[in-house]
């Protein structure tokens, strides 16, 4: 069964780190463009990821998490990490990875074949 499932959400404090993980099951993401996308409380999830990557290894990340998220893969174990860092509380979110097979860089939702269930992030003191 093809299928992403993150997990690492929680509760965390201001100024904290949280990292998010997202394992894929029935492919590997050697041929996948992957990002992470959120959907903060009592509105739609966003249009455009916070953070995309391409096969080629090109990375874009969003002003709003620049220098504080970082983005990585673990091929081996089929897992896409989303680490956080400084985090603040309007990083309060569902976070979604998502997947499309092929070459190229995307960043809207609509682009985008396979979802995780989501893991929720709340920062809060």
């Known amino acids: 069964q093809v299928q992403l499932v993150e997990s690492g959400g929680g509760l965390v404090r201001p100024g904290g780190s949280l990292r998010l993980s997202c394992a894929a099951s029935g492919f590997t993401l050697d041929y996948y463009a992957m990002a992470w996308f959120r959907q903060a409380p009592g509105q739609e999830r966003d249009r455009f990821s916070i953070?995309?990557?391409?096969?080629?290894?090109?990375?874009f990340y969003a002003d709003s998490v620049k220098g504080r998220f970082t983005i990585s893969t673990d091929n081996a174990k089929s897992t896409l990490y989303l680490d956080m860092n400084s985090l603040k509380p309007e990083d309060t979110a569902v976070y979604y990875c998502?997947?499309?097979?092929?070459?190229?860089?995307?960043?809207?939702?609509?682009?985008?074949?396979?979802w995780g269930q989501g893991t929720q992030v709340t920062v809060s003191s």
């Open positions: 998502a997947a499309r097979y092929g070459l190229g860089f995307f960043r809207g939702w609509d682009e985008y074949e396979l």
């Open positions: 953070i995309s990557t391409a096969t080629d290894g090109t990375i």
